[in-house]
């Protein structure tokens, strides 16, 4: 095992509130919004979109929509925003539908948290979910560049489902990282406490997002994206748009 001094660091930030903390100019940058942007952009790429461009309101959706004849997409509190044709579910968009299309994504909180990564100089970015975990972890191990795992959080509010993703990433890359972050340890013990059933995990433990999406009927949605390697492709963000790595 080689020696921690000679290993990239690996930060979690819990919410885009503490965003400002960490130095990400020469860190890849892992957005992870599990309930449901991440979730839906790696399936969305996994069923063959030409590419996705993530944007942080509803208004920039519907203009650049119009301008590329694209397909306008996103929610806001959980659901479809008005004026935009699809929403945030990944079962939205199967390949049949989806496959040669570019799609302009708006979002509560992971386009948001994205272009605030944006504007503080992140070295890279690229997208996580349990849908791609197994894509993200590879990436992240090949490249051995210090590590932001940023969760977008609910309205800067701490929420379960990204920190128990933040906390599998953790645990699965310990030995490849240097891991001297207390928020990471945190995600690493509450992903311990759930991995064996997620879903039941956060019913029980009355999770905000879970009460929230299941009010509106999406419980498939929610185990959908608590499913490991649904749509294991690499999101990753260059010049303007999420394409597959």
């Known amino acids: 095992m080689p020696d921690i001094k000679n290993k990239p660091a690996l930060y979690t930030s819990l919410s885009p509130a503490l965003l400002h903390l960490y130095d990400i100019t020469d860190s890849i940058v892992v957005i992870i919004d599990v309930l449901r942007a991440t979730s839906t952009i790696a399936t969305v790429l996994f069923n063959g979109a030409k590419h996705i461009i993530p944007v942080d309101s509803v208004n920039d959706c519907i203009r650049i929509g ?14 479809v925003a ?14 049949s539908f989806i496959a040669g299309k570019t799609l302009v994504l708006t979002t509560t909180n992971g386009t948001k948290l994205l272009h605030m990564a944006l504007a503080k100089g992140a070295h890279q970015i690229i997208t996580g979910s349990f849908a791609n975990f197994d894509a993200v972890c590879d990436f992240l191990t090949q490249q051995q560049k210090p590590v932001l795992l940023a969760c977008a959080a609910w309205k800067d509010r701490v929420n379960i489902e990204d920190t128990l993703f933040a906390g599998a990433v953790v645990k699965k890359l310990n030995e490849h990282f240097s891991i001297q972050c207390d928020a990471s340890k945190i995600a690493a013990d509450l992903y311990s406490n759930a991995e064996h059933d997620m879903f039941a995990f956060m019913k029980n433990k009355n999770a905000s997002h879970f009460n929230r999406l299941s009010g509106f009927g999406l419980e498939k949605d929610i185990q959908h994206c608590l499913t490991f390697n649904t749509a294991n492709v690499l999101p990753i963000y260059e010049d303007g748009k999420l394409i597959k790595k």
Do not use: M
């Open 82 to 95: 008005e004026g935009l044709q699809h929403g945030n579910s990944p079962f939205e968009y199967p390949s």
């Open 66 to 79: 119009k301008q590329i004849d694209a397909i306008t997409a996103g929610e806001r509190d959980g659901k």
